[in-house]
């Protein structure tokens, strides 16, 4: 190995790129350090890095040394492994492949070897990028010129002027190494069948691959605690608040006894019974909400339930542990209300949930998971810092810090602390989640005061100067209006009528994307909708891939079955004719809509 590095260390290095940079030492390494711990957020290629220390050279102490493995995202690529070393003096970082490790099925040689990048000048300048004029390699460690020119020589100039704050990689609780590969055959397992029968409106591909990711995380830290423990049993789980089941649903089907419990059944648990168990319960924390015959208790994105689960786990048994992914804020009995704010308010529920652990008696972990959400930090609380028989000691704490939290009725006084194992509720302010989800995409409005809304709106827009004045085929002219932003809409629309669409999400906006026959908003413009180049109802930017496409293929179905708000409300009618529009123009021609259904089909369980 030494001479492998001497080697490339007296080859010929030439300078193909130099950036400028404010960034000092510190953020140059730190930079460096993104590269090394985490090349997977610049080379799509990599899924993770494996990175391990080295002996210092002999007469070279002052020279870090790392073996990297990079791990492949694709199961058609192989890993690579390189070299890396740490001058921080010479303020020096090369990389060096290996060539034990070289894999061909590229198909390309590229046209650098090693990699050497340094910082110029003692503090801040330039970053100099060098490459060695030969040598070869596997494709995934170093592409080529051309992208470490145009794309990772900016980043680490970015870089190194914001350093990093927050942790430099994810999944650090396990090995990402593991976690890479079993995520790979899951994700070719249930992918397709899932999303090839999901019967709910969200979209598939976003809900079931960040489930699978979750159960790759919490499969593999198993495997791992049993590996531990010298376990050969499958640790069993309930997952509280499980949503849509399929978390449940894989991890059954993996070996794990467990079942899934939530306020509300939803349409694609019948077709993950019975290898799911799922539970329609209101969870009220309770003696009732002990679950000792259960390894793990589980919480993604579990709400109002979030902040209980270390305490059902505490109070479960002296064995039972806990895994939440936390998602909205949500204290004991109420929204959570952040005390600092220099955080955001995600970091600071985080990290009170964490405090709520440790009051539990955990000893806690955080780590950040690679799933396709913003919110991805989860809470672990897989070990106890007290001993057994401190334990009422402990329960005499929790049940204190609990009471701190939970709204108190200015008439009544405290009730007395107990083990927690036997009341019938241990807070008696919680409100569990409704068992029927509320409706508030504006559609349960009074259809007379949507009426007035768009009347109002479109108006308004009519009379903007100058308007838009669109000629027809027919030789017509059609006016269009011109635009409001949405604040000009709410104020043509008043305080009164703004006032009942308080409770709805997204309020006005969403009133006014509702309809879209009429309304075309983007980017916090409002405009008439132009049909005369013909087209069909568009589907707004968040609708699913799925729904996007049973529209196209039911477009003939849905052909007149709406009245066309143009022909009967715009100054000059619809500018489309008769024949050529897609919606009823009179209530002669108006049609019966159909029955929208998504197909249940079967799938191998």
């Not at 990402?176 to 969200?202: A, D, F, H, N, Q």
């Not at 600092?340 to 780590?367: L, P, T």
Request: aromatic letters at 8%; glycine letters at 8%.
């Amino acid at each position: 190995m030494a001479s492998l590095e001497s080697e490339w260390r007296e080859g010929e290095w030439e300078i193909i790129g130099e950036g400028g940079t404010k960034g000092d030492i510190k953020g140059f390494l730190s930079a460096i350090n993104v590269w090394i711990y985490r090349p997977h957020v610049i080379n799509k290629r990599v899924s993770c890095a494996v990175v391990s220390s080295l002996a210092a050279a002999p007469g070279e102490e002052q020279r870090v040394r790392l073996e990297r493995e990079l791990v492949a995202k694709s199961s058609n690529h192989d890993n690579g492994k390189d070299i890396v070393l740490i001058d921080e003096i010479g303020h020096i970082v090369t990389f060096i492949p290996s060539p034990a490790h070289f894999s061909y099925k590229f198909q390309y040689v590229p046209d650098v070897g090693g990699v050497n990048v340094k910082l110029g000048g003692d503090t801040c300048g330039k970053i100099i990028l060098l490459v060695t004029a030969s040598g070869t390699d596997c494709g995934v460690v170093h592409p080529k010129r051309v992208w470490l020119q145009s794309v990772l020589l900016p980043k680490i100039c970015q870089w190194a002027e914001s350093p990093l704050t927050t942790p430099t990689s994810n999944n650090e609780v396990i090995s990402m190494k593991r976690y890479t590969s079993l995520y790979k055959e899951l994700k070719e397992k249930y992918g397709p069948p899932l999303i090839k029968v999901w019967p709910e409106t969200t979209d598939p591909y976003k809900f079931v691959y960040e489930d699978i990711a979750i159960a790759t995380y919490l499969l593999v830290l198993w495997e791992e605690e049993r590996g531990s423990a010298g376990s050969s049993r499958l640790q069993s789980f309930v997952d509280l608040g499980c949503g849509n089941g399929v978390l449940v649903y894989i991890l059954s089907a993996e070996g794990h006894q467990g079942k899934g419990i939530d306020v509300r059944a939803r349409r694609i648990w019948e077709l993950l019974q019975p290898t799911a168990t799922l539970e329609v319960a209101a969870l009220i924390p309770s003696g009732s909400t002990r679950f000792s015959e259960f390894d793990w208790l589980i919480g993604n994105h579990s709400d109002e339930l979030t902040p209980w689960i270390p305490v059902m786990a505490s109070r479960s048994s002296a064995t039972t542990k806990f895994f939440v992914l936390p998602c909205c804020t949500f204290d004991f009995d109420k929204k959570y209300s952040r005390s600092s704010c220099h955080k955001s308010q995600y970091r600071c529920y985080v990290d009170y949930i964490k405090e709520v652990s440790f009051a539990m008696g955990f000893n806690v972990m955080e780590d950040t998971m690679r799933i396709p959400s913003s919110k991805r930090i989860c809470v672990i609380g897989q070990s106890r810092h007290y001993s057994p028989k401190d334990e009422s000691s402990v329960e005499r704490r929790r049940q204190e810090f609990i009471q701190s939290r939970c709204t108190k009725p200015s008439h009544t006084p405290d009730p007395p602390l107990s083990d927690g194992c036997h009341d019938d509720k241990w807070c008696d302010t919680f409100k569990p989640r409704p068992s029927i989800e509320p409706i508030r995409n504006c559609s349960t409005i009074d259809r007379s005061i949507q009426e007035d809304i768009v009347t109002m709106v479109t108006d308004a827009i009519l009379k903007q100067t100058p308007g838009e004045c669109i000629r027809l085929r027919d030789g017509r002219e059609w006016n269009r209006g011109g635009s409001l932003s949405v604040s000009e809409a709410a104020a043509t629309v008043g305080p009164v009528r703004l006032s009942l669409l308080k409770r709805e999400c997204g309020g006005l906006n969403t009133l006014l994307r509702n309809h879209c026959q009429i309304f075309h908003v983007h980017k916090g413009s409002i405009q008439l909708r132009d049909w005369s180049k013909g087209g069909t109802e568009p589907l707004g930017p968040a609708a699913s891939r799925k729904s996007r496409l049973w529209k196209e293929s039911q477009s003939d179905r849905l052909y007149n079955t709406k009245l066309c708000w143009f022909h009967s409300s715009h100054p000059q009618g619809c500018p489309l004719r008769e024949d050529e529009c897609s919606y009823a123009h009179g209530k002669e021609e108006l049609k019966e809509r159909p029955l929208g259904s998504y197909r249940h089909e079967c799938f191998e369980k």
